[in-house]
């Protein structure tokens, strides 16, 4: 087999075995190769003069980027010409099939890793790869934690990248699965996801209670349920707060308005230093002045 590059008319190349291709994962190759030219050239094989198709070549792996150039309007691109027989060409292109139907998940940031070692930064991978500055961040953070189960889903796109690491930052591996799981049952969203940690470090979850101790209690397990049945409590509980903040704020204006017209009334105060009541709480004394001030 030789490595040199050979630049080849796409016209003359035959796919032995196409498939579909997702249309996303297309307009990505499409924008990579845009963007950054061809990193990996495609392999052909020349076909025999005494083949009944003719002269020319057929592929053996490269699909997608072929069809990236046509799209993009080019005529040649660069290939690898091997020597294979038909028979091995058939068998590598339906194992190149079978490869590329079920990605590994981790190989985006196994290159990114692999550059981040050879002294690149952030921004000088994001340029390579042609991925958001922001998203190569997220992705060194989590494998730099360890978080393999965590990087396979924002890499499937499971969960977003910014809930992967909002995850990954609970305070166990259990919490964090359980969390995973509701975020993909879809019984808690980015922002719950933070209040339900919040809540577990205030409540301390996980057999650590407040009042748990000299009672012995049986540890806890947390689930995806339990989690967002806490939510669920804690929701309600705040919106129990702020009902009862805003019935005190009417109450409060009501009296603050009694209090401003009985204060406008001379014969009020003369009474209330009749009874030896000249002051009010500063607090209350405050907002009336301010309410009567308004009204002039």
């Not at 691109?77 to 194992?95: F, G, H, N, T």
């Not at 967002?228 to 804690?234: C, G, I, L, P, T």
């Not at 705040?238 to 204006?253: D, H, I, N, S, W």
């Not at 209090?259 to 009474?271: G, I, T, Y």
Request: hydrophobic content about 40%; some cysteine; overall charge positive.
């Amino acid at each position: 087999m030789s490595d040199k590059v050979q630049l080849i008319q796409i016209d003359r190349i035959r796919i032995l075995n196409p498939r579909h291709r997702d249309k996303k994962k297309f307009e990505q190759i499409v924008q990579s190769i845009r963007n950054l030219g061809l990193k990996k050239p495609i392999q052909v094989s020349l076909r025999a003069k005494d083949e009944e198709e003719g002269p020319g070549y057929d592929l053996v792996c490269g699909q997608g980027r072929i069809e990236a150039f046509t799209a993009l309007g080019f005529k040649e691109i660069p290939a690898i010409v091997v020597e294979i027989s038909k028979a091995d060409r058939l068998l590598r292109s339906l194992v190149e099939n079978m490869a590329r139907r079920n990605p590994a998940p981790l190989e985006l940031i196994n290159e990114i890793m692999r550059l981040q070692s050879r002294g690149y930064g952030i921004k000088e991978i994001a340029s390579k790869l042609d991925v958001d500055y922001h998203t190569i961040s997220g992705l060194i953070t989590l494998k730099e934690a360890g978080e393999e189960r965590l990087l396979e889903a924002a890499l499937k796109e499971r969960v977003p990248l910014g809930v992967a690491m909002e995850i990954a930052k609970a305070e166990n591996v259990e919490m964090q699965r359980e969390l995973l799981k509701a975020y993909e049952a879809k019984q808690l969203n980015h922002f719950s996801i933070r209040a339900v940690k919040k809540l577990m470090e205030q409540r301390q979850f996980f057999g650590k209670q407040r009042d748990s101790a000299g009672r012995n209690p049986r540890k806890n397990r947390t689930s995806a349920d339990s989690l967002v049945n806490a939510y669920r409590r804690e929701s309600q509980r705040q919106k129990l707060m702020v009902k009862k903040a805003r019935f005190c704020e009417t109450r409060l204006l009501f009296v603050i308005t009694a209090f401003s017209k009985l204060m406008a009334d001379a014969n009020f105060e003369n009474l209330l230093k009749a009874e030896s009541l000249p002051t009010m709480p500063k607090p209350l004394g405050e907002k009336v002045a301010a309410h009567r001030k308004e009204k002039l």
